[in-house]
């Protein structure tokens, strides 16, 4: 008699946390490929990245999703309603914690019983950074988020160094229904390339500039031409909110803004595969951040 054969599962998985726990990089760690932006700085991912991961009997469709923060802006209330819709349409949770932050409990609690009170999903933990610890200190983090009972496994992992990633994935697959994979087995995302574009343009920009200058910033691909025989064509608008910090961008005699779009041109060709021609413009939009309208253009809303 022959064996059932395991059946296949695809689904939705929404990567949820504060900002900065290595959510994005835990995303790229999995896929093997860079695709969601990362920096040192908290709230770097604005939207939700959208990353296929495929092997024999599973297809699984992360959401990474931005920081849960209380909102003091506009644009800040968008990506916590870009975070929520993520989470209503998701089959299964990862839940993500730093474990070298002291108030890692109190935030659980506080997820759970605020943004994810109506929801019955099921849900797994990764406690990230575990290599910034020392090893006695695992084991009661693990005991104290296990009483809790929100989650079927806790799993210690490094992001960063790709260390438990294999056992989270391991892990969430049967928390994902019996269904054919919803795309092809080649595809790694659906969002399109001006999307990512604009992504890596405002990844340098938040490594290269301190205190306001990455939040008070956005980027909106204005022009994408593919050309035969040549270079893509690539035109692309930084905003910013006041003319002081569009002088910042630009630098002494324009030194700044080349050393970003040289850094980004070369990011851009690694991610598409081929060569581009980048040309890059700072343009103000005064308080853009509280501008419903500017937002929606921006694809926040």
């Given at each position: 008699?022959?064996?059932?054969?395991?059946?296949?599962?695809?689904?939705?998985?929404?990567?949820?946390?504060?900002?900065?726990?290595?959510?994005?990089?835990?995303?790229?760690?999995?896929?093997?490929?860079?695709?969601?932006?990362?920096?040192?700085?908290?709230?770097?991912?604005?939207?939700?990245?959208?990353?296929?991961?495929?092997?024999?009997?599973?297809?699984?469709?992360?959401?990474?999703?931005?920081?849960?923060?209380?909102?003091?802006?506009?644009?800040?209330?968008?990506?916590?309603?870009?975070?929520?819709?993520?989470?209503?349409?998701?089959?299964?949770?990862?839940?993500?914690?730093?474990?070298?932050?002291?108030?890692?409990?109190?935030?659980?609690?506080?997820?759970?019983?605020?943004?994810?009170?109506?929801?019955?999903?099921?849900?797994?933990?990764?406690?990230?950074?575990?290599?910034?610890?020392?090893?006695?200190?695992?084991?009661?983090?693990?005991?104290?988020?296990?009483?809790?009972?929100?989650?079927?496994?806790?799993?210690?992992?490094?992001?960063?160094?790709?260390?438990?990633?294999?056992?989270?994935?391991?892990?969430?697959?049967?928390?994902?229904?019996?269904?054919?994979?919803?795309?092809?087995?080649?595809?790694?995302?659906?969002?399109?390339?001006?999307?990512?574009?604009?992504?890596?343009?405002?990844?340098?920009?938040?490594?290269?500039?301190?205190?306001?200058?990455?939040?008070?910033?956005?980027?909106?691909?204005?022009?994408?031409?593919?050309?035969?025989?040549?270079?893509?064509?690539?035109?692309?608008?930084?905003?910013?909110?006041?003319?002081?910090?569009?002088?910042?961008?630009?630098?002494?005699?324009?030194?700044?803004?080349?050393?970003?779009?040289?850094?980004?041109?070369?990011a851009i060709e690694e991610f598409l595969g081929r060569k581009v021609f980048l040309e890059l413009w700072v343009k103000v939009k005064e308080k853009w951040r509280e501008d419903r309208r500017t937002l929606k253009d921006l694809g926040y809303m």
């Amino acid at each position: 008699m022959t064996a059932n054969p395991t059946p296949f599962r695809c689904g939705y998985v929404a990567i949820i946390g504060k900002p900065n726990v290595g959510k994005s990089t835990l995303l790229n760690s999995i896929l093997h490929f860079k695709l969601s932006i990362v920096s040192p700085k908290p709230q770097t991912t604005r939207q939700r990245v959208l990353g296929i991961y495929n092997q024999d009997d599973a297809q699984i469709i992360f959401l990474d999703t931005p920081g849960l923060i209380t909102p003091k802006y506009e644009l800040q209330s968008a990506m916590m309603r870009i975070a929520g819709d993520a989470i209503e349409s998701a089959d299964a949770l990862l839940v993500m914690i730093d474990v070298t932050e002291n108030d890692s409990e109190e935030f659980i609690q506080k997820v759970f019983s605020e943004t994810l009170k109506n929801t019955k999903l099921p849900a797994v933990l990764a406690l990230n950074k575990i290599d910034r610890i020392a090893k006695d200190q695992l084991l009661p983090l693990i005991a104290k988020f296990h009483s809790t009972n929100l989650f079927t496994e806790i799993i210690p992992i490094s992001a960063l160094h790709s260390d438990g990633t294999d056992r989270v994935v391991k892990s969430l697959i049967p928390l994902l229904p019996e269904s054919p994979a919803f795309y092809p087995e080649d595809v790694l995302t659906e969002q399109p390339e001006r999307f990512f574009v604009a992504e890596i343009i405002r990844e340098k920009i938040f490594y290269h500039y301190a205190q306001e200058i990455p939040y008070s910033t956005d980027v909106i691909v204005e022009e994408f031409k593919e050309r035969d025989r040549k270079k893509d064509f690539i035109r692309a608008a930084i905003y910013v909110e006041r003319s002081s910090q569009k002088a910042i961008l630009i630098g002494s005699k324009g030194a700044a803004l080349k050393q970003i779009g040289e850094e980004a041109r070369l990011a851009i060709e690694e991610f598409l595969g081929r060569k581009v021609f980048l040309e890059l413009w700072v343009k103000v939009k005064e308080k853009w951040r509280e501008d419903r309208r500017t937002l929606k253009d921006l694809g926040y809303m």
